[in-house]
């Protein structure tokens, strides 16, 4: 396969006059382009559901999730794994592996991700039962298919993310997610489209992960704890929310936690010693529902 047989590689007929157009034409034909991203990424939620599944298994067994990428891919890959710890409180349990480690973050290094040996390198660190996702707009980077093919000789379920639906590595992965975002508004540039719904998948498999696995009571953030005092008042705001009472009882419960929203909550609901939340919340896989029902059962 030559490099224009790859879809995100093709000329998009609908911008070929993009550099003679004045500078707000230029933009509402980006603007358009991008309006079909989100249903290239409804096309794919089942497969999506899927994955996020396995994910949830296997974390509750003690497991954890990989992303590997490199380029656009990998940098959106890291920023996700970077942002579940100060927002659902989920540390060291998804991890991103990027081509030519954190200095590629910032500076391109093309030649990293044709090195089919670093992928399998960096895969070294997966372990059975973990998941292992792929993040690669062609479908068929070398790093990215040196690692999950190392990943799945150790085990773990493999998952590919790409914008190529006729990835040939698709068929060897447990689940493949084919963004089908075709050609660029500049040939190529899967910074755009590509790096946009792949954007949206991750976040929503991030997101659904956290949710699944009880990191979230009802649409709050109840997995942050208060490391400073700006935390403080932000998450007595949040038990104020989620409990009907006051920031005084609030603000009490949290301290009596320790800071930890979750057994805070838990106390205040299931009306409760923190101590006794905290056995609950361990009892249930930190899952704040499932804690107050273990209570109510009891």
Not at 31 to 43: G, R, S
Not at 68 to 97: I, K, Q, Y
Not at 254 to 278: F, H, I, Y
Request: charged content about 20%; hydrophobic content about 45%.
């Amino acid at each position: 396969m030559i490099e224009c047989d790859l879809p995100t590689e093709g000329r998009n007929p609908r911008t070929l006059d993009v550099d003679t157009l004045p500078t707000l034409d230029v933009l509402r034909r980006i603007n358009a382009e991008d309006a079909t991203v989100p249903a290239v990424v409804a096309a794919v939620l089942p497969q999506l559901a899927e994955l996020v599944d396995l994910a949830v298994e296997s974390l509750r067994r003690g497991g954890r999730v990989h992303y590997f990428g490199a380029g656009t891919s990998g940098r959106l890959a890291v920023l996700d794994a970077a942002e579940l710890p100060p927002t659902f409180g989920m540390w060291n349990r998804v991890v991103a592996h990027h081509a030519g480690g954190p200095g590629a973050f910032t500076q391109a290094v093309s030649e990293v991700e044709d090195d089919v040996d670093l992928g399998a390198s960096d895969a070294a660190a997966v372990e059975p039962g973990d998941v292992a996702i792929g993040v690669a707009a062609s479908g068929r980077t070398p790093y990215v298919i040196g690692a999950l093919r190392a990943a799945a000789a150790a085990g773990a379920h493999t998952a590919l993310i790409s914008c190529n639906p006729n990835a040939p590595y698709g068929d060897e992965v447990a689940v493949h997610i084919p963004l089908a975002t075709g050609p660029e508004v500049i040939s190529g540039s899967t910074r755009m489209k590509a790096g946009t719904a792949t954007k949206l998948v991750l976040n929503s498999f991030s997101t659904t992960l956290m949710i699944r696995l009880g990191r979230t009571y009802s649409n709050l953030m109840v997995s942050v704890n208060a490391l400073n005092s700006k935390l403080r008042t932000r998450l007595v705001r949040i038990l104020t929310e989620a409990t009907g009472m006051d920031d005084r009882s609030c603000a009490a419960a949290l301290a009596e936690a320790g800071g930890n929203t979750r057994v805070a909550l838990v106390s205040l609901l299931g009306e409760v010693p923190a101590d006794r939340a905290t056995v609950l919340l361990e009892e249930s896989d930190g899952g704040v529902r499932e804690a107050l029902q273990r209570l109510r059962s009891a």
